[in-house]
């Protein structure tokens, strides 16, 4: 909450207050619920998946890639211990793994592209389509993972809101 409703809070009796300086972006952005007009058009955080695998700078991509495939990811997400993204191993870098001890840090993707769950999602597909780009991850505000986003959950989910809005449409008629 922001500091002036904190204060008028504490200055109705309130005791325990906190405030939320950050602001509402950043709180949509961390994909915490929201209320309001928006709410109805989706975002990102409905059709993320969870779960991706993770390694850090230092492990071996021989056991990155290990457990993606134990997962069935074709990706694992360089993380550091709290879970910000540094960077990701992708299937092609995961097929070539090798025993020799390589290190994720040295042949990762740096710095990927990530996108914040409150993104809206037809925008999201739009954007994934003109830069032929299957996948992005999703993060907080912070740079920690949430998941991934893949081309083909967006496609789908905008698909079933299409289908939906013309059965309504059809049902006013």
């Not at 922001?2 to 972006?25: D, N, P, Q």
Request: proline residues 3%.
């Amino acid at each position: 909450m922001s500091s002036r409703a904190a204060w008028r809070l504490e200055t109705l009796g309130f005791r325990r207050v906190y405030r939320y300086e950050a602001g509402k972006a950043d709180w949509s952005a961390n994909g915490l619920p929201v209320e309001g007009t928006e709410t109805s058009i989706p975002t990102a955080d409905a059709a993320v998946c969870g779960g991706a695998p993770t390694c850090r700078l230092d492990d071996s991509v021989a056991g990155a890639a290990g457990r993606a495939r134990s997962a069935g990811w074709d990706v694992c997400i360089v993380t550091t211990d709290e879970g910000i993204v540094l960077g990701r191993l992708r299937g092609d870098v995961l097929a070539a793994a090798s025993p020799d001890g390589t290190k994720a840090e040295d042949v990762m993707e740096s710095g990927p592209s990530t996108i914040r769950p409150d993104m809206h999602l037809r925008s999201m597909l739009k954007r994934m389509i003109d830069r032929n780009v299957d996948s992005v991850l999703v993060t907080t505000s912070d740079g920690a993972l949430i998941g991934v986003l893949y081309r083909e959950d967006a496609e789908r989910q905008v698909g079933s809101l299409d289908e939906e809005r013309e059965e309504q449409a059809c049902e006013c008629e």
